[in-house]
């Protein structure tokens, strides 16, 4: 089974990326091709991506992610920015504004699965959404100038309550995500807080 464990955005922000998106296929003529957008319902926060995993590990995998879940408390994020990676850009991404509990989270859920066995990741964590991706050089260097200015464009908050463990299955009409299992965060009565965002 191919599996990731990621967290999920909201409906709202689902709907502005999807409104950026229209925006940039009809502002650059990309609609595919030479870019392979992905779709508003499937976009996630990726916290860490395990490929395929053999079946009689998938239960230690949920777990870890378990007890990573009930030792952190429930947070925000804001989805600010959009930029790409690459030189040629080969992925277009929407940012997170810097969140200390969300970096907590991901470096424990790292540490976890380090210690069960699982490589660590060689590149920092760096949270992002993904909007698409480039194939083609020219389709980049387009895509980076129509975004060029936007890295203060806030597309929302979204409410972090849960840590989901997903298979992916990649089929020939794009990847299907179905959930194995959801683990809730520590809750209180308080609102929740971004402690990295400003008032």
């Known amino acids: 089974m191919r599996l990731f464990i990621a967290v999920d955005i909201d409906q709202r922000v689902r709907r502005e990326i999807d409104q950026i ?15 392979k957008w992905v779709e508003p319902n499937l976009i996630h926060l990726t916290l860490k991506f395990l490929g395929q995993v053999p079946d009689q590990s998938i239960s230690q995998i949920c777990r870890l992610t378990e007890e990573t879940a009930k030792s ?8 600010q920015g959009l930029g790409t990676f690459g030189r040629p850009p ?8 810097d969140c200390p509990a ?20 060689e590149r920092a964590f760096s949270a ?12 980049g260097i387009q895509l980076g100038q129509a975004v060029e200015g936007q890295h203060l464009r806030t597309l929302g908050s979204v409410p972090i309550e849960q840590m989901i463990v997903y ?22 009565g308080s609102p929740l807080t971004n402690r990295g965002a400003n008032p």
């Open 90 to 97: 080969r992925v277009l991404w929407a940012g997170i504004e």
């Open 21 to 35: 998106q229209r925006g940039l296929r009809q502002k650059t003529g990309l609609l595919k091709g030479p870019v």
């Open 167 to 188: 298979e992916s299955q990649l089929q020939s009409g794009g990847p299907v995500y179905t959930a194995v299992a959801r683990y809730d965060l520590k809750k209180t």
């Open 128 to 139: 992002h959404l993904t909007l698409c991706r480039i194939k083609e050089a020219k389709a």
């Open 102 to 121: 969300l970096v907590a989270l991901q470096k424990d859920l790292e540490e976890r699965l380090e210690k069960a066995g699982w490589p660590r990741e």
């Open 72 to 79: 952190h408390m429930a947070f925000e994020i804001r989805v």
